[in-house]
């Protein structure tokens, strides 16, 4: 379970392991559709971090990491994250295999948005 450390009013210290990758990855599967652009952007980011450099804050995809910690990082001014490579390589692991069915909900999404707007634009007409 991640470990919060509160280091004073404007510093957090956050250690996550294994198993908190596997978190992640088991609410991204279980709620995809509201995860699925934080996951395609996680896998696709990933590697040019050289995956154990990641930033989740860097692509404005930290949802999923967030929802592990309890806390949002973003009340602090500074933290630091401590996990073993483990953490991330799992994580990648786990948003590769969620990536393609991510892609097609993402494309579903688009399309029945825009079924909307056309349904709408001929009602209007």
């Given at each position: 379970?991640?470990?919060?450390?509160?280091?004073?009013?404007?510093?957090l210290?956050?250690?996550?392991?294994?198993?908190?990758?596997?978190?992640?990855?088991?609410?991204?599967?279980?709620?995809?559709?509201?995860?699925?652009?934080e996951?395609?952007?996680?896998?696709?980011k990933?590697?040019?971090?050289?995956?154990?450099?990641?930033?989740?804050?860097?692509?404005?995809?930290?949802?999923?990491?967030?929802?592990?910690?309890?806390?949002d990082?973003?009340?602090?001014?500074?933290?630091?994250?401590?996990?073993?490579?483990?953490?991330?390589?799992?994580?990648?692991?786990?948003?590769?295999?969620?990536?393609?069915?991510?892609?097609?909900?993402?494309?579903?999404?688009s399309?029945?948005?825009?079924?909307?707007?056309?349904?709408?634009?001929?009602?209007?007409?």
């Amino acid at each position: 379970m991640a470990h919060v450390e509160i280091i004073d009013d404007t510093t957090l210290r956050l250690t996550l392991g294994l198993e908190d990758a596997v978190s992640m990855i088991q609410i991204a599967q279980r709620e995809q559709a509201a995860y699925a652009q934080e996951i395609i952007t996680i896998y696709e980011k990933m590697p040019v971090f050289e995956y154990t450099h990641f930033c989740f804050y860097a692509y404005d995809s930290a949802g999923l990491f967030e929802r592990v910690l309890e806390i949002d990082p973003k009340t602090y001014l500074s933290f630091s994250l401590d996990a073993p490579d483990s953490f991330f390589y799992a994580l990648y692991g786990g948003m590769s295999a969620l990536y393609e069915s991510s892609i097609k909900l993402i494309q579903q999404t688009s399309t029945a948005a825009s079924a909307v707007n056309e349904t709408d634009v001929n009602a209007h007409v």
